[in-house]
């Protein structure tokens, strides 16, 4: 038991000792070296005690706030990252559709004498996409998600625009079926290309002269077909050019088939667009091995015939893979 002040002495502020009671000794007994610096420095560690538990427990608190805005953060993360992802398959699809029509467009374009469109111009054609680039993979912002979105329905409207100019191409096309069907339209043989329209050197005439049409690289006896339906004008020998087909496909339209082995057709025969008319050959003074000299004209002048081979765009194939005319 403590007793803070002397019984002699009744006032507090003159205290000069503290006694425990001691119960073996049945007494007070005084305190030594017991000082009021002693009481200062119990309540500075009480003090010290209680502050350090309060920020601790503030600590903790803080912790576990930022463990779920951390969370909260990561789950809202995620799902932009899911919506940049799917925006991002979405593009591409887009992208590679919208190019292919544009191209196809411009093919068919070509084949009914429109003006084709300048593919180089960013009216027309989509680029690569801009993000696969690391700025648009960290989205983390829902405003430049809605720009992306934004950005998509215009590439949308794009395409519902060239949809739209390519159903009137197929319209136009359909008006003008008896030039489609008559139209050089296709590789004559299934072979690589070699020499091109232009100038060049001649490897025989050791000089520089034009050349007039494609030499197709082939093996003597390989099926040449009519590119278009027509009617056989010539057969015989010209020379240089060796055994030499001519069909007039009307509508000023001519195509010329020079180095034969083998004619399969007649003068005057009517043709159907992949018609088997001769074999590849090496005849005439002006072949230096095995191989097709074919040439495009129209109205008398030479085209190049590289214009006028549309297979890829698929404009004139049937369910049997026999390249016709669309009827």
Do not use: W
Not at 71 to 89: R, S
Not at 199 to 219: A, E, V
Not at 244 to 250: A, L, M, Q, W, Y
């Amino acid at each position: 038991m403590f007793k803070l002040f002397d019984n002699k002495n009744s006032d507090p502020m003159k205290v000069k000792k503290f006694y425990y009671y001691s119960p073996d000794k049945l007494k007070l007994i005084p305190i030594k070296n017991f000082i009021p610096k002693s009481i200062l420095f119990l309540a500075s560690f009480a003090i010290f005690i209680t502050f350090t538990s309060f920020i601790i427990g503030s600590l903790i608190f803080d912790d576990s706030t930022s463990l779920i805005l951390g969370k909260q953060n990561q789950i809202i993360e995620e799902g932009y990252e899911k919506e940049i992802d799917f925006l991002k398959n979405k593009y591409k699809d887009l992208a590679e559709n919208y190019n292919e029509l544009v191209q196809t467009s411009n093919d068919m374009r070509l084949v009914l004498n429109l003006e084709p469109l300048d593919l180089n111009t960013e009216n027309y054609g989509i680029g690569g996409s801009d993000f696969d680039k690391d700025e648009y993979s960290t989205f983390i912002q829902g405003e430049k998600v809605k720009n992306i979105y934004e950005y998509v329905e215009e590439i949308e409207t794009n395409l519902n625009f060239e949809t739209s100019n390519y159903e009137e191409i197929q319209n136009k096309f359909a008006e003008n079926i008896d030039l489609f069907n008559n139209l050089p339209a296709i590789r004559p043989v299934k072979s690589s290309i070699g020499d091109r329209f232009g100038m060049r050197f001649h490897p025989i005439l050791k000089h520089r002269r034009m050349h007039y049409g494609l030499d197709f690289l082939s093996n003597t006896g390989e099926e040449v077909s009519s590119p278009g339906d027509g009617v056989v004008t010539y057969i015989g020998n010209k020379g240089g050019y060796g055994k030499v087909i001519r069909i007039n496909h009307g509508f000023g339209y001519e195509t010329i088939y020079a180095h034969l082995s083998k004619y399969n057709v007649k003068k005057g025969q009517k043709i159907k667009r992949g018609d088997v008319i001769a074999l590849t050959g090496n005849s005439g003074s002006l072949s230096t091995g095995p191989h097709l000299h074919y040439e495009v004209r129209h109205n008398g002048v030479c085209l190049n015939p590289r214009n006028f081979i549309f297979e890829d765009v698929k404009l004139f194939e049937d369910s049997d893979s026999k390249i016709l005319a669309n009827r």
